[in-house]
């Protein structure tokens, strides 16, 4: 029980690089006027939320069992990484559309390189929060915290995609 208590605060560091990578993309986007970064930056809005349910989960998963739930509360965390990828799904799909929209009317650019460098910082951090998370997830057997590193990870190959775009 100790251990899922210890899990816990990986949730918080997924909340910080969430936050962080929230500025970072939505100043790239205002510096730019990209449509693929405020997308990016949405994205980002999902990792918040994921990272929230996932503390909140977390936080039910380390309750002792009780008569309603003989083997403890352990599983709790399938839930949230069931919805996590749900949440990937939904973003997606709303930056594929994004992404088609601005392609049909497409409007330039401004400070470019500026807001590509913000977006290269803030998949950096999320490089780093997934490579930590993953290890805590394999270390204390934690589907939530691999899913989240996973998610994570999508986000890197997204913000890749939209800064090679």
């Known amino acids: 029980m100790e251990q ?4 816990k605060q990986f949730a918080w560091l997924s909340i910080g690089t969430a936050v962080l990578t929230i500025a970072l993309k ?3 986007y205002a510096f730019t ?17 994921t ?3 996932s503390l909140i989960v977390l936080s039910i998963a380390v309750r002792p069992p009780d008569a309603d739930h ?13 919805v996590e990828g749900a949440l990937i799904l939904i973003a997606a799909v709303t930056i594929s ?11 330039p650019l401004e400070q470019l390189g500026l ?20 290890r805590a997830g394999s270390a204390f057997d934690s589907i939530t915290r ?20």
């Not at 899922?4 to 899990?7: A, E, G």
């Not at 003989?70 to 069931?82: D, I, R, T």
């Open 26 to 28: 939505a100043a790239a």
């Open 4 to 7: 899922r208590q210890h899990i």
């Open 70 to 82: 003989p083997y403890g509360h352990g599983k709790a965390e399938y839930f949230s990484s069931g």
């Open 146 to 165: 691999k899913a989240s590193s996973h998610h994570l990870m999508t986000d890197v190959y997204t913000s890749g995609g939209v800064v090679l775009a």
């Open 51 to 53: 990272a929230v349910l």
């Open 115 to 134: 807001g590509l460098g913000i977006s290269v910082v803030a998949a950096l951090c999320n490089l780093f929060t997934a490579r930590i998370l993953y």
């Open 97 to 107: 559309v994004t992404a088609v929209r601005s392609l049909i009317t497409p409007e």
């Open 33 to 49: 006027g990209s449509v693929g970064l405020l997308s990016d930056a949405m994205e980002s809005g999902v990792n918040l939320a």
